[in-house]
């Protein structure tokens, strides 16, 4: 049995919360909110992000970060990325202490990946990001799910394996941590264009192009950054990436579908109520590839809608009518 800290009590943080739980090691969970500690300790629910699912009596929950960090063998990030570092900083960690972020995002300004900001916070070597199709309700519920974790120390990257492993959870082990951190910050950003799409009324024809299309963008801009790019082929790329375009559980694509339908940015994020990382991390995205002179058509229409108020209709005919060209994968 291992002792676990998981930093962040949003729906993915409860849900590997669960997890780790079922398998029969000691989970601790931070919140920033004692009300909502309150209220999952009276209701063992988390009502706001993962409705629905029992939390089994036995995970702790508290906002006192040395009361949840201070003996814990592995710790994991699960904040959303704009929050990492300004949260992160206030804690203390230990030199021993292997830390897992599975929070998926560039920050802005530094360009930094996740784990970079994490480094750069704690000067602990012992880091490692898992990413993949891995819907928080369905985890919860114990559905088939399969993810990889990446990190430089293989070894690492091995212990977190057999941490998460059980029947219906998988772990793959990679040593490519950039590509396997930047295809889960990327598939957000193409999940708001396939929403787009929806939003706008077209089909499936118009969903499976921006996908396909997408993985190509993805691939191009983390080859850039020194990923591999057959990491793109795999669960942090494309398995994540269908995931994320297609389900109805993913809010990038709920917020895709608002911003067809005439809304504003900030029209969606009040109405969603809830983090939409694809739009948080499209700007250093943006500013890195125009830095590389990188192509990304669909990701760079998204962005002109987000943050130019480009009609979503007049991006797709832009995106269309480009001049003709073989097809490159």
């Known amino acids: 049995m291992a002792k676990v800290a998981i930093i962040g009590s949003g729906g ?7 997890l780790l739980n079922k398998n029969n090691h000691e989970v601790k969970i931070w919140s920033y909110s004692q009300n909502e500690i309150d209220q999952i300790n009276k209701t063992h629910e988390n009502k706001d992000f993962l409705p629905g699912i029992k939390i089994p009596e036995s995970i702790f929950f508290s906002n006192n970060s040395e009361e949840i960090l201070s003996d814990a063998e592995f710790i994991i990030n699960a904040l959303p990325s704009k929050f990492v570092r300004a949260t992160l900083k206030n804690f203390s960690f230990k030199p021993n202490q292997k830390i897992l972020s599975v929070s998926k995002g560039i920050e802005d300004k530094t360009f930094m990946r996740m784990s970079e900001v994490i480094y750069d916070v704690t000067k602990n070597n012992n ?8 819907h928080a309700e369905e985890v919860s519920k114990f559905l088939p799910t399969a993810c990889v974790v990446a990190s430089k120390n293989i070894n690492l990257a091995h212990e977190i394996q057999k ?10 082990t990679s040593s490519d941590i950039i590509g396997v951190e930047l295809g889960g910050t990327l598939k957000n950003i193409i999940a708001l264009a396939t929403g787009i799409s929806d939003g706008l009324g077209f089909g499936d024809n118009t969903r499976a192009s921006l996908i396909t299309r997408g993985l190509i963008e993805i691939s191009r801009f983390g080859e850039k950054m020194g990923a591999k790019p057959e990491t793109f082929n795999g669960l942090s790329g494309l ?8 389900s109805e559980h993913g809010r990038n694509r709920r917020a895709g579908i608002l911003l067809g ?3 504003k940015l900030d029209q969606v994020v009040e109405k969603i109520k809830m983090v939409v ?5 499209i700007k250093p995205v943006y500013e ?3 830095k590389s002179n990188l192509e990304l058509p669909i990701i760079f229409e998204v962005y002109k809608i987000l943050f130019e108020n480009k009609d979503p209709k007049q991006s797709v005919l832009d995106l269309m009518l480009r001049a003709p060209k073989p097809e490159q994968i």
């Open 239 to 246: 398995g994540d990436l269908i995931t994320t375009c297609v």
């Open 277 to 281: 990382e694809g739009a948080n991390n």
């Open 127 to 134: 880091i490692a990001a898992l990413s993949g199709p891995t």
């Open 288 to 290: 890195l590839a125009k």
């Open 261 to 263: 339908q005439g809304m």
């Open 12 to 18: 993915f943080g409860c849900s590997i919360g669960i």
């Open 163 to 172: 941490l998460f492993n059980n029947d219906f959870f998988r772990v793959y």
